[in-house]
T-cell receptor, first 115, second 115 residues
Framework: AQTVTQSQPEMSVQEAETVTLSCTYDTSENNYYLFWYKQPPSRQMILVIRQEAYKQQNATENRFSVNFQKAAKSFSLKISDSQLGDTAMYFCAFRLYTSGSRLTFGEGTQLTVNP | EPEVTQTPSHQVTQMGQEVILRCVPISNHLYFYWYRQILGQKVEFLVSFYNNEISEKSEIFDDQFSVERPDGSNFTLKIRSTKLEDSAMYFC?????????????FGNGTRLTVT
């Protein structure tokens, strides 16, 4: 079974600064995906960024980037130039490279961006 | 952009009553999922559905739960006899799965309150 761990229940950052959210996972599989989802107060689940395990290059999406360390089973999210709208719960998630496989979520990190 | 639609947004029911949560997945998607999130906790997988049958279910998805795709558009989750501990946010999701890389798209969720 796969597990995902987020060891930072809460984090805060000043507007325009950079913050990094941590995530580690455990699996015996070699082919999988990793995701970061954002859940604002509206409770909607929004995909932020994804990474295929077979790709060595770290994924980036505008202000969001990841540091994927496959050997260490680590998948951190960096948010640059933080904005007030980034305030949300952030979930790291794991998914096997199999059609229809489940997403396994971490416990989440509540990020607050302060003005 | 196509969306996953869930109704109702909030459902209040009495313990022991049956409840049906409804979802309209994105039209060309092939895999459908239900997840739940108890307040303050992580998002948990319930069930996945493909080709008109359950493809995977978690230990949470016991005999009190059932899913159905009654027509070409709706995907429903039924809880036969609700318990207080069923109070949670329930998310429907769908994925295209034409290629392995297709992400899950989540609906806005149904908040279920069992009194």
């Amino acid at each position: 079974a796969q597990t995902v761990t987020q060891s930072q229940p809460e984090m805060s950052v000043q507007e325009a600064e950079t913050v990094t959210l941590s995530c580690t996972y455990d699996t015996s599989e070699n082919n999988y995906y990793l995701f970061w989802y954002k859940q604002p107060p509206s409770r909607q689940m929004i995909l932020v960024i994804r990474q295929e395990a077979y790709k060595q290059q770290n994924a980036t999406e505008n202000r969001f980037s990841v540091n994927f360390q496959k050997a260490a089973k680590s998948f951190s999210l960096k948010i640059s130039d933080s904005q007030l709208g980034d305030t949300a719960m952030y979930f790291c998630a794991f998914r096997l490279y199999t059609s229809g496989s489940r997403l396994t979520f971490g416990e989440g990190t509540q990020l607050t961006v302060n003005p | 952009e196509p969306e996953v639609t869930q109704t109702p947004s909030h459902q209040v029911t009495q313990m022991g009553q049956e409840v049906i949560l409804r979802c309209v997945p994105i039209s060309n998607h092939l895999y459908f999922y239900w997840y739940r999130q108890i307040l303050g906790q992580k998002v948990e997988f319930l069930v996945s559905f493909y080709n008109n049958e359950i493809s995977e279910k978690s230990e949470i998805f016991d005999d009190q739960f059932s899913v159905e795709r009654p027509d070409g558009s709706n995907f429903t989750l039924k809880i036969r006899s609700t318990k207080l501990e069923d109070s949670a946010m329930y998310f429907c999701a769908s994925s295209e799965e034409a290629v392995y890389n297709s992400p899950l798209h989540f609906g806005n969720g149904t908040r279920l309150t069992v009194t």
